[in-house]
């Protein structure tokens, strides 16, 4: 399998991800944060299954929580992966289309976390059942995982969660 210079990107932007902002630097600030900052925030990582925009269930829940989020997660706490078809890998129309529905999606939103396209579908794995969203703690372990559309149980779970 070869890459494309678009796919390692989204590889070193992730793992830049990774690296600084899950450790606990301040990316808008480009400041360390207090020590006990680093452990009690909460990041999000959405994989968005293509899929899952003819679902209108899997939407409304997704938008329900995005909504619902604290103002930070938002704009700095979360990101997206779009990840498409297999039968889309190769088929740079069905992948324009994809990534202009997600713009409009975006858009349309109002979603203000940054949202990048799985060309070379790394991240397949974690959307078999559809998409799904990560909640990760301060050091970028994986502490749960919610497939959408959540029931209302799991989205109170969410939250608390999220808010201890």
Known sequence: ??????????????????????????SAAGKDLPAGDVFDRKHLLFIIDFRDFSCMTCLDSFLGLYRQLPSRLK?????GILVLKESEKDDTSA???????????????RITFPILVDREHIFKGMAEKGSCVLLLDGTGSCLHKYDFPLSGDQFEEFFRVLNN
């Open 95 to 109: 992948s324009w289309i994809a990534e202009k529905k997600l713009r409009g999606f975006v858009r349309a939103n």
């Open 1 to 26: 399998m070869t890459m494309k210079l678009g796919d390692w990107i989204i590889v070193l932007l992730f793992g830049c991800l990774v690296f600084f902002h899950f450790r606990g630097i301040d």
């Open 75 to 79: 704009s700095s706490g979360a990101w």
